[in-house]
């Protein structure tokens, strides 16, 4: 059984993966499996290229298209490695990242999320800046991009990625989840993740309005105890809950029925805020 498994959806990008597995297959540290994901490409490249595709430690498994959660959750389930690293079929990794994020995690065991430094390339090039990780910091915007290192143990803890969520929010939703396990957060200070911008990516050309707006509220209802946790301030909470008067009833059932606003933990405080809000008129 391999001790890491990397795992790469692919929608249509046949003509980067070569790029891609490569940079996998360069790795000083090489226990490692890939599992590519062709999830239901409808370019007529990526599917001739990926039909028998023959690349040492790599595996590809044939879907109909699934989107990336879904492609993600089957390569993982598909996969045996104890360390788990996603990777986006046109992006890249160091030689190296690997190996320091496995003696890393071998050594904690408490280390839930091993992640980079990062550069960008491709139609916008230079350091990926992110700020220092806090948890904190995390539940106000996500300070971790997809190719992060996570145990499998944990994954199946949280049950993969989150099916309700995606527009790159699958990623931040999922490392709340892990955080929430109280795993330890670490980030090698060094570039080992290589990012490629194309112009023509979901993150280049998705509307942000609305799916924003949609992907926020169901972030927020993924993580309500979490979120209240670090978010105590009643006009905050409050105006949050307002967006979801749409969904009341079944949001808060969600909310009446959390174990902290059971015990009444002085930190879900501003819950209290919900009778009023929700009482009918």
């Given amino acids: 059984m391999p001790k890491v498994s990397v795992i790469v959806p692919c929608y249509n990008m046949g003509k980067y993966i070569d790029e891609t597995i490569d940079s996998v297959l360069k790795s000083t540290y090489q226990d490692f499996e890939i599992v590519v994901v062709n999830d239901g490409s409808t370019d007529e490249f990526t599917n001739k ?7 040492p430690k790599t595996k590809v498994i ?10 993600r959750n089957t390569a993982i389930e598909n996969s045996s490695g104890e360390y788990i690293l996603p990777l986006d079929s046109d992006d890249m ?12 995690m071998d050594k904690n ?6 992640y980079c430094m990062a550069e960008r390339f491709g139609d916008s090039q230079g350091i990926w800046e992110f700020p220092e990780y806090t948890t904190e910091r995390m539940v106000q915007q996500c300070l971790i991009f997809c190719s992060g290192f996570f145990r499998r143990k944990d994954c199946e803890k949280v049950g993969g990625y989150s099916v309700n969520m995606n527009y790159n929010y699958e990623d931040w939703d999922f490392w709340l989840k892990i955080i929430e396990l109280e795993r330890d957060v670490y980030r090698i200070p060094k570039i080992h993740f290589f990012n490629r911008v194309r112009k023509d990516s ?3 050309t998705r509307d942000w309005g609305g799916r924003m707006k949609t992907m926020n509220r169901q972030l927020y209802l993924n993580h309500l105890e979490l979120f209240a946790k670090y978010h105590t301030d009643p006009v905050t909470l409050s105006s949050e809950i307002k967006k979801l008067k749409s969904e009341k009833e079944e949001t808060i059932k ?8 059971k ?6 405080q501003p819950f209290r805020f919900i009778k009023n809000l929700f009482k009918p008129s």
Avoid: C, F
């Fill in 109 to 114: 065991p408490n280390a839930g999320i091993v």
């Fill in 263 to 268: 015990l009444g933990h002085a930190l879900l």
């Fill in 62 to 71: 044939h879907t109909k298209n699934q989107g990336l959660v879904g492609a």
């Fill in 254 to 261: 969600w909310v009446y029925n959390t174990m902290d606003y």
């Fill in 93 to 104: 990794i160091s030689e190296n990242y690997i190996k320091e994020a496995v003696e890393y």
């Fill in 49 to 55: 290229h990926l039909a028998d595709y023959n690349r």
């Fill in 202 to 204: 979901i993150t280049s």
